[in-house]
């Protein structure tokens, strides 16, 4: 499978609960913070969900 760095570019704060929780799923909590993840279908859709908070990259 292939993997995907997901950067978190803007802040949660005066988001949804959903899309924080989802942001939190995915490991991001901070600002500018970066993780990389397996390009599963479900991490897919969490990125769909919060394509507007990150920096997507595949690797």
């Excluded at 991001?28 to 993840?37: A, F, I």
């Amino acid at each position: 499978m292939a993997s995907v760095r997901i950067t978190q570019v803007k802040s949660v704060i005066d988001r949804p609960k959903k899309q924080k929780d989802t942001m939190k799923a995915l490991g991001l909590r901070k600002m500018h913070q970066t993780v990389e993840k397996e390009a599963t279908p479900q991490i897919q859709g969490m990125i769909d969900k919060v394509s507007h908070l990150v920096k997507v990259e595949e690797i």
